[in-house]
């Protein structure tokens, strides 16, 4: 079984057990069993001076995943006596996330889905950046299965 924390550090309304079986599902379905993971929504400030802090890069950007494991072994039944394995974090900018969705014409629960996968998927090693499409694939692949209708986004 999975554990997912999900912290929401803005001001808008976010459904936090939709966020965690959605991440959840993402989980089961890339084989991801016994782990733990932190999603935290947070605003523009904060996403920028992570980005800039861990990244670099002084911008907003919509969602960084900090992975805590090289690897993340997948399949089979975790052994009970092992410690839960910590994947990391991954953090959404909600301003951003409503602006994007606004701007493409998408429901905002489908976008927000889209970054909640996107950053599970980074945790999990994918890396779209020198792969050959994979994570695009999977990702796209992934959005198919879950429920992303559930999520429950609204702005203050």
Known sequence: MNLVEVVN??????????VARLVARVLALEGV??????????GDRRM????????????VTDVLSFPIEDEVP????????APPLLLGDVVVDLRQALRQARAAGLPP???VALLLVHGVLHLLGYDHEVDAGEMAARQ????????WEALRVAPR
């Open 48 to 59: 920028r001076a992570l980005n800039r802090d861990h990244r670099g890069r002084d911008e």
């Open 109 to 111: 629960s489908l976008e």
């Open 9 to 18: 550090r803005t001001r808008a309304a976010v459904d936090g057990e939709a």
């Open 140 to 147: 796209a692949a992934l959005l198919e299965e879950v429920d």
């Open 74 to 81: 997948r399949g089979g039944a975790p052994d009970p006596s």
């Open 33 to 42: 069993d016994g782990a733990e993971l932190t999603v935290a929504f947070v």
